[in-house]
Every structure is written in C-alpha cells, then in structure tokens.
C-alpha cells in the first residue's frame, strides 16, 4: 500500500479499534436498544458508519476499473475535504443521503456486526493496496455533498464521519448508566 494511504488507513483502523474497545462489551440487548427520543440506536448508528464504507468502497472500485476516466486531485478537492472536515465537528446533524437509507441493511446484534465491519474493512485493505501509486491522487470517491477526493482523502472523510457519530454513541452509553436504565 501506498505509504501516504498507509498512513491515513492506519488511523481510520486505530479509531475502529477505539469504537470496538467502547461498545465491544455492550450487552445485546443496550447495543439494539432504540432510545425513548427514537433517535438511532448503537446498533443503528454502527450499521450506518458500516453501509456507507460499503457502499463508498463499491464506488471507488466501479471508478478504480478504468483510472483514466479520474481526473487528478487540485487544490479544490483539499478545499472540500476541509470543508467537509469542519462540517463534521460542528454540532450539526445531517440527514443520510437517500442512497445510504435505501441500502442501510437492518441491525444485527453486536457479533455480527463488527464482523461485517470487519469484512468491509478486509476487502476496502485490499482495494487499497491494489491502487497503483501512479493512480494515488486521482479522484475515485465521490461524496453526496462534498464532491470528489482520492481514495486517501476518502478515508479521511470516513474517520471524521465517524468521529462527527462517537458523541451520539458516547450519549447512549452515557444514558445506559443513568438510574433510568
């Protein structure tokens, strides 16, 4: 793998690891518990993080298959993706583009779930270290809101999305202690 995607990927794995370290003691029944406010559930949340690294790797793979039709990364796509980074700090919540709703699968328990996790992320290494370093910059993941990044920059995209997703998580943990639980 490329040393500048080795390097985005390791911390996109280490923050996985992180998640999995925070929920991977969850009771079943805590992790699918929906919360009085309806709002997502661990199970839920963890699905949504998984279906768009599914379907983002998908992307990539269909534009990977013929690279000259990518155009090469310029200043714009960093200007984006630093856009797209503050968006994901601020306390703004976003509605999941149609695509990703329509192709979330339903909530498994816990097990199953890091294992597709896992899968996903097996097979997205692969992709990875299959892109010849020739190809590293061109823009082969497209964003629904943000536009075009390369594939490193995409995987920043996935790590602050999930980090725009741990306060929710850390809420509903928070919650499970509280004596109304």
Do not use: C
């Amino acid at each position: 793998m490329n040393n500048r995607l080795q390097s985005a990927w390791l911390k996109l794995e280490q923050q996985r690891h992180d998640i999995i370290r925070l929920i991977g003691k969850l009771p079943e029944e805590l992790f699918l518990k929906q919360p009085p406010d309806r709002s997502w559930s661990v199970a839920e949340v963890l699905t949504h993080l998984i279906t768009v690294e599914h379907l983002s790797l998908g992307y990539m793979k269909k534009k990977a298959l013929d690279w000259n039709k990518a155009q090469t990364a310029g200043p714009g796509s960093q200007i984006r993706l630093g856009m797209f980074i503050l968006s994901q700090r601020l306390p703004l919540k976003f509605k999941a583009p149609a695509v990703v709703v329509q192709n979330t699968p339903p909530t498994v328990p816990l097990k199953n779930t890091l294992e597709r996790w896992q899968a996903v992320r097996d097979e997205m290494k692969e992709f990875l270290a299959a892109i010849p370093d020739e190809h590293i910059h061109k823009e082969i993941y497209k964003h629904p809101q943000a536009g075009r990044f390369t594939a490193r920059q995409a995987l920043v995209v996935f790590r602050e999305h999930a980090k725009h997703h741990l306060p929710q998580i850390k809420r509903l943990l928070k919650s499970f202690s509280s004596p109304a639980h």
